[in-house]
């Protein structure tokens, strides 16, 4: 059996699933197809149904409940973890509304933040998230919502952070922030979904068991990324959340779902969420 299995470049998720697609461990004779995308890429295959398995932005997955159930393993959930709001040049908050802000999709867990922290701030530009940064330096756009690596590096660059929306979300919700998940197609049989879930769980295991088994993987796909910031991300997207969401990590998705169905962001979603 091979499945294809969508997942971003980023290093936390060559840092998971290294040891699935490299057959690190006991695949039990199913094979998987890598599609290595941009998140909001991914988002937009998941919406056209394409992919098997995949990383997604949890605010996409409020969109998607009925094609696709949550995987227990893989996720991306924390505290202080969130995306960050950013300027370069001087202006409050309150001006938000008068201003263009790049984001790295409408469908991303960043925008959804975005839109509940500010929901005033609709002058949006889409844009892929590495190329937000250099954005906001040269004025092309006055704010940009910075996701993944670029949380450590923009303060060197002089940019200044406006909000973290992960501290944001916390003192709303009180509870880690879902950011991305990995969902399987809800056609597939049950039990076969059940194992892949324990696939993905004994590679994230393996990976941290075996931290250094990753890093070439890592490396290949990091571009041109400083180790440092490589373990850095690592360590900030990849934790016990990731090896399985439990009772508190279930709880924080559906509050986050409940939340933007109160907000009349998404009208409903399947309860049965989860495999």
């Not at 309150?94 to 959804?112: D, M, Q, S, V, W």
């Not at 998940?181 to 324990?198: A, P, Y």
């Not at 180790?227 to 360590?235: D, G, Q, R």
Request: charged share 25%; with cysteine.
């Amino acid at each position: 059996m091979k499945f294809t299995l969508g997942f971003s470049p980023c290093p936390n998720d060559c840092f998971i699933f290294d040891a699935l697609v490299h057959k690190k461990i006991d695949t039990q004779g199913i094979d998987f197809e890598p599609v290595m995308e941009d998140v909001e890429a991914l988002n937009r295959r998941a919406f056209a149904g394409e992919l098997d398995i995949t990383k997604l932005s949890y605010h996409a997955l409020a969109y998607l409940t009925d094609t696709y159930a949550l995987l227990n393993s893989g996720s991306a959930l924390g505290f202080n973890c969130g995306p960050l709001l950013v300027r370069s040049d001087d202006f409050d908050a309150a001006e938000l509304r008068h201003k263009t802000i790049a984001i790295p999709g409408k469908n991303t867990t960043a925008n959804f933040l975005l839109s509940l922290a500010y929901p005033e701030a609709t002058h949006k530009v889409e844009m892929l998230f590495s190329d937000i940064e250099g954005a906001v330096l040269s004025g092309k756009v006055d704010a940009g919502l910075l996701i993944h690596e670029n949380r450590f590096t923009y303060e060197s660059k002089g940019l200044k952070k406006i909000r973290d929306l992960g501290e944001f979300w916390d003192g709303v919700i009180h509870a880690p922030i879902p950011l991305g998940g990995i969902v399987i197609r809800r056609n597939l049989d049950r039990t076969l979904q059940k194992t892949i879930d324990s696939l993905i769980r004994k590679s994230v295991e393996y990976a941290f068991a075996h931290p250094e088994s990753s890093m070439p993987y890592v490396r290949e796909h990091a571009q041109e990324m400083d180790e440092t910031v490589m373990k850095k991300h690592i360590e900030l997207y990849v934790n016990a959340f990731s090896v399985d969401l439990g009772d508190t990590g279930r709880k924080a998705v559906l509050t986050m779902f409940d939340k933007a169905c109160e907000k009349g962001l998404i009208k409903s979603y399947n309860q049965d969420l989860f495999v």
